[in-house]
């Protein structure tokens, strides 16, 4: 059988057979539930032509020691469909999915004729333009100026670590990107490896997104990292006469250390009084939660709304306006070593915690203010670590209410799976993931997988033990 290009394949294709190399090798999985999703790759023929290639997960304990990056391979009994419409890591309007039948073989002497990669790269121009754009992803390539110490934060129960990378492009602009989880590993092997001297990445399948007025780049599930490969473009920073400045793993604006305290301390503080505002953390065991859960506010602010008037004016957006929205109010019962205290809990701290704004929950929940919701329910029993802030006036009631502004990432190592699965199934990103599983559409919220197996050049094969962590 003769090999077909890459750029002759169509849904529906009759049996074929295609000679390609592996150009990108990832595994995909939930970040809502750590599940994988699939094996990803992407194929380069000796036209330059590429694709997108999914292995389902059933099938990744046959194929995945098969695959090694910058390989070549002869691929049969594959399917080929319409590739789905949004969160494409290339421009092809096709995808291939392989099967049982499928046939994998390798071959030992790599034809020089078949490129090794092919990326699609944005100046500083087209990232404005791409902003929120999610339906093909695009690539960058830039020289790194500055790595941020690690950053984690908490959202529907779940732990989230990030890194900032400070990239400067080709013609001097500095954008920012977010490199999440699992991808951190290799990306910190590239710092280690640099030493003394800068080096030039290449960060595949990106998105564009908002932040404070700019634009910013983020990580998805196709996303691989590759430094300092042999490509013309890599080439021009590497031969060119930028900055040699090292990349630099910056620390994190310091923050005021947060006063440990205990409930019984909490209760008996003497507070300083040239401060209106403390912050103190203290550890404690949810035992009781008020049964009204949210209040109905302004949409645009946190402003109660009267409840006995349709059409009401708020007084701080001085707009008038028939719309409330629910927000959280949750009055916590909370107890540690015989003493108990009231912790109050608002939007922003609840959203970060469940994951869902109050009015989705309240909406789902029949617009029931005076019965929670089962995923709220589920923070019973469980000991979290609160940073709450108290005023002096507080202390002038006979039991006060501490105000919760965070809950310690670190104290929920052990969240119920319950609440987590709560969580996951609830939010609109896995209404998105359950709607395109059955065509086999790959999941806009994975976090792809793309490891260092220690070897050669930066440019690594990706080497996963099953199961993924």
């Not at 900032?164 to 910190?188: A, C, N």
């Not at 590759?226 to 920073?237: H, K, L, M, T």
């Amino acid at each position: 059988m003769e090999f077909t290009s890459i750029g002759e394949l169509s849904p529906n294709q009759r049996p074929c057979k295609l000679k390609c190399r592996v150009s990108r090798l990832w595994v995909a999985t939930n970040i809502n539930t750590d599940i994988v999703c699939h094996l990803d790759m992407i194929l380069l023929d000796s036209q330059g032509n590429d694709i997108w290639v999914q292995i389902p997960p059933l099938l990744m304990k046959i194929f995945q020691p098969l695959l090694k990056d910058q390989e070549v391979y002869t691929f049969s009994n594959f399917k080929v469909q319409s590739a789905p419409q949004e969160y494409r890591p290339i421009a092809n309007d096709n995808i291939i999915i392989f099967s049982g039948k499928t046939s994998v073989q390798q071959i030992p002497d790599v034809p020089r004729s078949i490129p090794t990669f092919k990326f699609t790269f944005m100046n500083a121009a087209q990232i404005k333009r791409n902003l929120n754009k999610i339906d093909i992803l695009s690539d960058v390539v830039g020289q790194v100026q500055h790595v941020s110490e690690r950053k984690t934060s908490c959202k529907g129960g779940r732990k989230t670590t990030r890194r900032h990378i400070s990239l400067k492009l080709i013609e001097g602009d500095v954008v920012s990107v977010v490199v999440f989880g699992r991808l951190l590993p290799l990306l910190e092997s590239f710092v280690n490896a640099s030493g003394t001297a800068s080096f030039v990445i290449v960060i595949t399948s990106i998105r564009v997104t908002p932040f404070q007025g700019d634009c910013s780049l983020s990580s998805t599930s196709s996303t691989c990292l590759f430094s300092n490969i042999d490509i013309p473009e890599v080439n021009a920073f590497l031969n060119g006469n930028n900055e040699n400045a090292a990349p630099v793993l910056l620390e994190e604006p310091s923050t005021p250390e947060v006063p440990i305290v205990t409930l019984a301390e909490l209760q008996n503080l003497s507070l300083d009084m040239q401060n209106e505002d403390n912050v103190y953390s203290v550890e404690g065991k949810v035992v009781d939660l008020h049964p009204l859960w949210c209040y109905l506010s302004c949409p645009t602010c946190v402003y109660k709304a009267p409840e006995d008037q349709d059409t009401y004016h708020c007084t701080k957006c001085n707009k008038t306006t028939t719309i409330k929205a629910a927000k959280y109010r949750l009055r916590l019962e909370v107890v540690s070593d015989d003493t108990s205290a009231s912790f109050v809990m608002f939007e922003n701290v609840g959203e970060n915690f469940f994951g869902l704004p109050a009015n989705q929950l309240f909406l789902e929940n029949g617009g029931l203010k005076d019965s929670p919701p089962e995923i709220i329910l589920k923070i019973l029993g469980m000991t979290l670590k609160f940073h709450v802030k108290i005023k002096i006036s507080m202390y002038t009631r006979s039991k006060p209410d501490f105000t919760v502004v965070k809950i310690d990432p670190d104290s929920i190592d052990d969240l119920p799976a319950t609440l987590q699965k709560a969580a996951s199934t609830q939010s609109i990103h896995s209404d998105i993931e359950n709607s395109r599983s059955s065509s086999q559409i790959s999941d806009p919220l994975c976090t792809a997988v793309k490891d260092t197996d220690g070897e050669k050049t930066p440019c690594t094969s990706l080497k996963r033990k099953q199961p993924i962590e």
